[in-house]
């Protein structure tokens, strides 16, 4: 499974992005999409996932209500809306994904992701 993600920008405070990853390949043996992000200097940290074929999703604390992971309408098509934009949100951001319909305990840590794609850089400043 190839992933690429694409959307990333500058943009102000309060302000919003909407990232997508598409999933290519001859076999596309994923249940489990994620987003993960990684600033300067810090640890890469699990953003939102969802489930590949339902509406089942998952978010960080730091973005829930305020971020949204969805589905397009081509199947392999995924969406991460970003809304009211802060500065600490800046980072790179990866899409991931799982051959495992991961659950709760599961979904944010990294090595329960067996596919990534290259990174999209969201700079959030005035």
């Known amino acids: 499974v190839q992933l690429q993600a694409s959307g990333g920008g500058l943009v102000q405070p309060g302000g919003s992005l909407r990232l997508s990853c598409s999933a290519s390949?001859?076999?596309?043996?994923?249940?489990?999409i994620g987003w993960f992000r990684q600033a300067p200097g810090k640890e890469r940290e699990a953003v939102s996932a969802?489930?590949?074929?339902?509406?089942?999703?998952f978010y960080s604390n730091s973005v829930k209500g305020r971020f949204t992971i969805s589905r397009g309408n081509a199947d392999n098509t995924f969406f991460l809306q970003m809304n009211n934009l802060k500065p600490e949100d800046s980072a790179v951001y990866y899409c991931a994904a799982s051959r495992y319909s991961l659950i709760t305990s599961s979904w944010a840590q990294r090595g329960q992701y067996d596919y990534w794609g290259q990174g999209t850089l969201v700079t959030v400043s005035s």
């Open positions: 969802r489930y590949r074929s339902s509406t089942r999703t």
């Open positions: 390949g001859r076999y596309l043996d994923y249940s489990t």
